[in-house]
Antibody
Framework: QVELVESGGGVVQPGRSLRLSCVAS????????MYWVRQAPGKGLEWVAV????????YYTDSVKGRFTISRDNSKNTLYLQMNSLRAEDTALYYC??????????????WGQGTTVTVSS | QTVVTQEPSFSVSPGGTVTLTCGLS?????????PSWYQQTPGQAPRTLIY???TRSSGVPDRFSGSILGRKAALTITGAQADDESDYYC??????????FGGGTKLTVL
């Protein structure tokens, strides 16, 4: 079955870096755009970044531009989020999500269970 | 900064029908915003219900439907069940590869 499994979260000091991973299975990973979405404790969902099926296009929410980098390795069915210069406000549960079969539906259709990032001194 | 608005909370009786809405702080929502809807129960990952205004995601029962009502996107649940009690989020595509989630609606079934 289709599955997304995130990892790499943890507790990190402000200003440090962390890399999240999301391993996909059960579908042709290289055919789908992929998203990162986060949820701060007790708060709503926030779109973070998206990458096209082939990695050629990457987009970010303003608050992470220049600090976060989304990437993918289609040979390993893995999505990444490199997070640098972390701030307290980046503390959240980070979900990876698969895009719908058509990029132009502009939506997510399958979600992982998330990995928790805590930025604290 | 555009804000996507949702009712903070809503309640529905078992078996009843409820319509949750998704608007903009300025302007109207249309199909070109490709509204999508997600259900999240406490401690669980989101589940996709509707995308591209009114397309049901795989496995979603047809008592969930999406539409545009007036100036807003809408999610209608007919025949509400106890396990529909969840948080519901809409997200709008704002163009230029940018998405904004609404603040979510907490739906109570009682």
């Amino acid at each position: 079955q289709v599955e997304l499994v995130e990892s790499g979260g943890g507790v990190v000091q402000p200003g440090r870096s962390l890399r999240l991973s999301c391993v996909a299975s059960g579908f042709t990973f290289s055919s789908y755009g992929m998203y990162w979405v986060r949820q701060a404790p007790g708060k709503g969902l926030e779109w973070v970044a998206v990458i096209s099926y082939d990695g050629s296009n990457k987009y970010y929410t303003d608050s992470v531009k220049g600090r976060f980098t989304i990437s993918r390795d289609n040979s390993k069915n893995t999505l990444y989020l490199q997070m640098n210069s972390l701030r307290a406000e980046d503390t959240a549960l980070y979900y990876c999500a698969r895009g719908t079969s058509s990029w132009y539906d502009y939506a997510m259709d399958v979600w992982g269970q998330g990995t928790t990032v805590t930025v604290s001194s | 900064q555009t804000v996507v608005t949702q009712e903070p909370s809503f309640s529905v009786s078992p078996g009843g029908t409820v319509t949750l809405t998704c608007g903009l702080s300025s302007g109207s929502v249309s199909t070109r915003y490709y509204p999508s809807w997600y259900q999240q129960t406490p401690g669980q990952a989101p589940r996709t219900l509707i995308y591209s205004t009114n397309t049901r995601s795989s496995g979603v029962p047809d008592r969930f439907s999406g539409s545009i009502l007036g100036r807003k996107a809408a999610l209608t649940i007919t025949g509400a069940q106890a396990d529909d009690e969840s948080d519901y989020y809409c997200v709008l595509y704002m163009g230029s590869a940018s998405w904004v989630f609404g603040g979510g609606t907490k739906l109570t079934v009682l």
